[in-house]
């Protein structure tokens, strides 16, 4: 069963101090520095932390774990949508904000999640 978190928004305000994010992973020695305007990395390629490298990363370990890729060649979007368990909790998430007065959820472009690793 999905749990229904209580959601409350705050009315601070924020400042963007900074147009930069780092990020770094154990073991891996470098710190990644990416633009967050863009959430590329300041050399214009794409982070590690974009859907695609995390999908590529996540279809490696299932690699791992049951020999094979079972996602490899497949557009994630189609992925995401057979996916039950997140696809209920993003409508429970979806029908909360607005039966709780918190506005409509925006959805992001499908042309988004349209690659394949």
């Not at 959430?39 to 490696?60: H, I």
């Not at 774990?65 to 490899?72: A, D, I, L, R, S």
């Not at 993003?90 to 394949?116: A, L, R, Y």
Request: proline share 3%.
């Amino acid at each position: 069963s999905v749990q229904r978190p209580f959601l409350k928004f705050s009315k601070m305000k924020f400042r963007i101090i900074s147009g930069y994010s780092l990020n770094w992973i154990l073991g891996e020695g470098a710190v990644e520095v990416t633009k967050t305007n863009t959430g590329k990395c300041v050399d214009e390629s794409p982070s590690r932390l974009c859907k695609s490298a995390l999908f590529s990363k996540f279809n490696d370990l299932c690699k791992v774990v049951t020999n094979t890729k079972p996602y490899g060649g497949r557009l994630y979007l189609d992925i995401k949508k057979d996916a039950s368990n997140y696809q209920t909790a993003k409508k429970c998430t979806v029908e909360n904000f607005s039966s709780s007065g918190n506005g409509k959820w925006i959805g992001k472009p499908v042309e988004q999640d349209m690659f394949s690793i």
